[in-house]
């Protein structure tokens, strides 16, 4: 069984940063954090990719969080700098075997708790 446990959410001002945790339990070829606000659908945030050459991002974020990854602890991060008020949301880390279209939650088999990121202006 594949298990994910994210950390390091938190209530946070804008134009503050946090960095988000998630440990693997085993190794993955494909990690990404989601996100989702209430009321609204989950998003892809950042992912990495199987071969650990490629990072994707979305529009909203670019240029503000960076993915990576310590392969030695099987621990993803998320660093988010310039968070906004609009970046609220419960954050999660999702796991696969493999998938070609990294920032779509349905190709995600398996998915940490959550943590929740709050930035107030």
């Known amino acids: 069984l594949v298990q994910l446990v994210e950390s390091g959410g938190g209530s946070v001002q804008a134009g503050d940063a946090l960095r988000l945790s998630c440990s693997v339990s085993q190794y993955m070829a494909s990690l990404a954090w989601f996100r989702q606000a209430p009321g609204k659908e989950r998003e892809g945030v950042a992912a990495?990719?199987?071969?650990?050459?490629?990072?994707f991002y979305a529009e909203p974020v670019k240029g503000r969080f960076t993915i990576s990854e310590d392969n030695a602890k099987y621990t993803l991060y998320l660093q988010m700098h310039s968070l906004k008020p609009e970046d609220t949301a419960m954050y999660y880390c999702?796991?696969?075997?493999?998938?070609?279209?990294?920032?779509?939650?349905?190709?995600?088999?398996?998915w940490g708790q959550g943590t929740q990121v709050t930035v107030s202006s």
């Open positions: 999702a796991a696969a075997y493999w998938t070609d279209d990294p920032l779509v939650p349905e190709k995600y088999t398996y």
């Open positions: 990495i990719s199987y071969d650990r050459g490629h990072t």
